[in-house]
């Protein structure tokens, strides 16, 4: 049985992002962004994956950037950008990580507001 794989267009319940943290790596849990729909898809293996179940909704290859959360760390260190996934020559990006400030602002953006609320104070 894989792991879960949830879309967000609405925050997170924090029952939900529990549960999708523990089922896999118990401290963190992955995530792909659609940054020209807003959404993101959390959890899952491997952000392949999570990518695979948003193109298969409809998103774009250039539109999808992947990362981790984890949701015990302090706000600041909460959002890894590095995937296997942001590996884009075409697009300028030649490493894991999201080389663009703009590009991980609105990455980050979009988990601060479908996954954070997820966190329990």
Known sequence: MSARIVVLSEPIAAELLAELV????GDMVKFVVDVE?????????????????LLEDGSRQVDLWGGNFYPLRP???RIEHSSL?????????????????????RVSEIVERLIAPGVRA
């Open 85 to 105: 996934i942001n590996i884009r020559p075409a697009q300028d990006n030649l490493g894991m990580f999201i080389h663009s400030d703009a590009m991980r602002g």
């Open 75 to 77: 706000r600041p260190q």
């Open 22 to 25: 523990a089922e896999v790596f």
């Open 37 to 53: 729909r807003g959404i993101v898809a959390v959890g899952g293996e491997m952000h392949v994956d999570a990518e695979a179940v």
